[in-house]
């Protein structure tokens, strides 16, 4: 644990120690950024980064900005910070490639809960071998997915979405089984979330994104035709 690096992006100081006092006493390794500019320079210079903890509202640049410039370079997961609960934002904020959203304020112990998921994850797909079905290969430790022979780029949370379709092929999923395993908390909300990482995944795979089958009212099955 304590070679596990965390970034945390905050331009109120008192916010940046109350992550980090709970971070550093579960073992972390944090690192601080007080506005977007500083975030990319420290990202840029400590390769060994394995998450980052993001606010939107910051000076010089913004959460959305910095976001899309660390997506430049990887897909290491991305916690989003916000005082905003328009749905709008949570969107925009999937779309550009958020692996969680919470919106401030909030239970310091339910962000450590999501920061121990997410790295849990990583971990345990680091461990595993590749995956493949119907021209789609996915090596989990390289997190890389070919589809015929072709790499294409998904974001963390989308290549654990695909990954959970293709351990499950021909299972029908509901929307709440996916939350539950993918996101692996209890979701209370609507399924803007899970729609719009199906939505965005199936373009990514092109005319493989059929196999993602919708089951009306319900949710979801992957199936290999």
């Known amino acids: 644990m304590d070679s596990i690096k965390?970034?945390?992006?905050?331009?109120?100081?008192?916010?940046?120690?109350?992550?980090?006092?709970?971070?550093?006493?579960d073992g972390y390794i944090v690192l601080e950024a007080g506005d977007g500019e500083q975030a990319i320079d420290i990202f840029m210079n400590d390769k060994n980064i394995s998450l980052v903890i993001l606010d939107v509202m910051m000076p010089k640049m913004d959460g959305w900005e910095t976001l899309k410039e660390i997506r430049k370079y990887s897909q290491v997961p991305v916690i989003m910070l916000t005082a905003k609960a328009d749905e709008r934002d949570e969107l925009q904020g999937f779309d550009l490639g958020v692996d969680e959203y919470i919106t401030k304020p909030f239970s310091p112990k339910i962000l450590m809960a999501r920061v121990a998921a997410i790295l849990r994850r990583t971990t345990d797909a680091a461990s595993e071998e590749k995956l493949s079905a119907g021209g789609?290969?996915?090596?989990?430790?390289?997190?890389?997915?070919?589809?015929?022979?072709?790499?294409?780029?998904?974001?963390?949370?989308?290549?654990?979405l695909l990954q959970y379709f293709i351990m499950n092929k021909g299972v029908?999923?509901?929307?709440?089984?996916?939350?539950?395993?993918?996101?692996?908390?209890?979701?209370?909300?609507?399924?803007?979330?899970i729609d719009t990482h199906v939505k965005k995944l199936r373009s990514k795979m092109g005319d493989k994104g059929e196999y993602i089958k919708t089951i009306w009212g319900m949710g979801y099955k992957f199936e290999v035709e």
């Open 6 to 25: 965390v970034l945390m992006v905050d331009d109120e100081s008192r916010m940046r120690k109350l992550v980090k006092d709970f971070l550093t006493r």
């Open 136 to 160: 789609i290969e996915m090596d989990l430790s390289a997190h890389v997915v070919m589809i015929d022979g072709k790499p294409i780029e998904l974001s963390f949370k989308e290549f654990e």
């Open 172 to 193: 029908a999923l509901s929307r709440e089984k996916i939350l539950n395993n993918v996101w692996n908390y209890d979701y209370f909300g609507d399924a803007r979330t």
